[in-house]
């Protein structure tokens, strides 16, 4: 199983900074099969990158991910108020599994 | 536009069983895989099982393989999560999602709880 960690644990910024959120993998992941979600309390999960640097359907460009082989990186290049939340990163390459997320919070 | 609604969550004594259910609409409910992902209380997530669009090909993860048992009926739009043998450890909200390996919609989930 890839064990995928995730730090910080938990980013203090304001409206308008920039975040960065990392997700490490315990081995690589094969051909960047590494997404990001967003979760708000009381939601489901919401897709944000897939294939590492692919947004998903109607993911703002303020979003943005980077990474291979067992470093990748979500940047929030200007954060907004709706972005405050928990990110999880995942991988779908050797089983399916979660990273313990990050929390976002002003 | 996509919905998947949970049901059928509640309390439940260990050893017990629960069937949950995923109610879809907006898609062709039949061109999808879908699969079950949950969340324990204030922690992250878990995948649980997949069903393929014709419900031919199922995998579960290892934590619930032999308990769990997923199925789907693409002439009700729903899906189905029948859970026996429960243990404290399966405590957790429980989502459905469209999808194989990636989930681009959720539900809201639903709430299970396993305590004597």
């Known amino acids: 199983e890839i064990v995928l960690t995730q730090s910080p644990g938990t980013l203090s910024l304001s409206p308008g900074e920039r975040a960065t959120l990392s997700c490490r993998a315990s081995?690589?992941?094969?051909?960047?099969?590494l997404a990001w979600y967003q979760q708000k309390p009381g939601q489901g999960p919401r897709l944000l990158i897939y294939g590492a640097s692919s947004r998903a359907t109607g993911i703002p460009d303020r979003f943005s991910g980077s990474g291979s082989g067992t470093d990748f990186t979500l940047t929030i290049s200007r954060l907004e108020p709706d972005d405050f939340a928990v990110y999880y990163c995942?991988?779908?390459?050797?089983?399916?599994?979660f990273g313990g997320g990050t929390k976002v919070e002003i | 536009q996509v919905q998947l609604v949970e049901s059928g969550g509640g309390l439940v004594k260990p050893g017990g069983s629960l069937r949950l259910s995923c109610a879809a609409s907006?898609?062709?409910?039949?061109?999808?895989?879908m699969s079950w992902i949950r969340q324990a209380p204030g922690k992250g997530l878990e995948w649980l099982s997949y069903?393929?669009?014709?419900?031919?090909?199922?995998y579960y993860a290892d934590s619930v393989q032999g308990r769990f048992t997923i199925s789907r009926d693409n002439a009700e739009n729903s899906l189905y999560l029948q859970m026996n043998s429960l243990r404290a450890e399966d405590t957790a909200v429980y989502y459905c999602?469209?999808?194989?390996?990636?989930?681009?919609?959720w539900g809201q989930g639903t709430l299970v709880t396993v305590s004597s």
């Open positions: 995942q991988q779908y390459d050797i089983s399916l599994t």
């Open positions: 069903i393929s669009s014709s419900g031919t090909t199922i």
């Open positions: 999602a469209r999808g194989q390996l990636l989930w681009g919609y």
């Open positions: 081995q690589s992941v094969r051909s960047t099969y």
């Open positions: 907006g898609f062709l409910f039949n061109d999808y895989y």
